[in-house]
């Protein structure tokens, strides 16, 4: 089971870490995508990172303002987001696929969290 925390309500220019955490199984063996959904939108790729740790992929949307790592030892990964706008806003939710690359399809992964909530503010 995969949980999606961190988000909240912030001011356009701010900062926030969300994790996508796992229970009953290990991460490290997982690719994890953080996508996201506006309202009228349709869902849309923000980060991947292969079950290696050492590919990771971001959409050009967010490129230069997020950034996806992992720690194994907490079993958790993480999408750090950075001089957020008003157009980040949206649900936020974390996929994960077994010896995964952390592709941007999301049909490329089997398990789904439920997401967190991001709000910007202009």
């Known amino acids: 089971q995969l949980q999606a925390s961190g988000g909240g309500l912030v001011q356009a220019g701010s900062s926030l870490r969300l994790s996508c955490a796992a229970s009953?199984?290990?991460?490290?063996?997982?690719?994890t995508g953080w996508f996201r959904q506006a309202p009228g939108k349709e869902r849309e790729f923000v980060a991947g990172?292969?079950?290696?740790?050492?590919?990771?992929d971001v959409a050009d949307s967010v490129k230069g303002r997020f950034t996806i790592s992992r720690d194994n030892t907490k079993n958790t990964v993480y999408l750090q987001m950075s001089s957020l706008k008003p157009e980040d806003t949206a649900v936020y939710l974390c996929?994960?696929?077994?010896?995964?690359?952390?592709?941007?399809?999301?049909?490329?992964?089997?398990?789904w969290g439920q997401g967190t909530q991001v709000t910007v503010s202009s």
């Open positions: 996929a994960s696929q077994k010896y995964g690359m952390g592709t941007s399809r999301a049909t490329d992964y089997a398990y």
């Open positions: 009953g199984r290990s991460l490290n063996t997982y690719a």
């Open positions: 990172i292969g079950w290696i740790g050492t590919t990771t």
